[in-house]
């Protein structure tokens, strides 16, 4: 399966919301978190950049 690391399941899905600010992120090319916006900060809802990064949200235990 491509994206899985030594044949394991990745620890989260592919997109999912961040945990700081809730828009979708997913992995870039190089691995990194970014959201869906393309953008590495978060951003509240007025568009102000954050002082927090993409970082996912913890799966929940139905996602484990």
């Known amino acids: ?5 030594g044949g ?3 620890p989260y899905p592919r997109v999912c919301p961040c945990r700081h600010c809730g828009l979708v992120v ?3 090319n ?3 978190w970014i959201h ?3 953008s590495y900060t978060c951003r509240d809802r007025w568009g102000g950049v954050a002082g927090t990064t993409a970082e996912p949200a913890a799966p929940g235990p139905a996602d484990a």
């Open 1 to 5: 399966m491509r994206g899985t690391r």
């Open 8 to 10: 394991r399941l990745p």
């Open 26 to 28: 997913l992995h870039d």
């Open 30 to 32: 190089d691995g990194n």
């Open 36 to 38: 869906a916006s393309l």
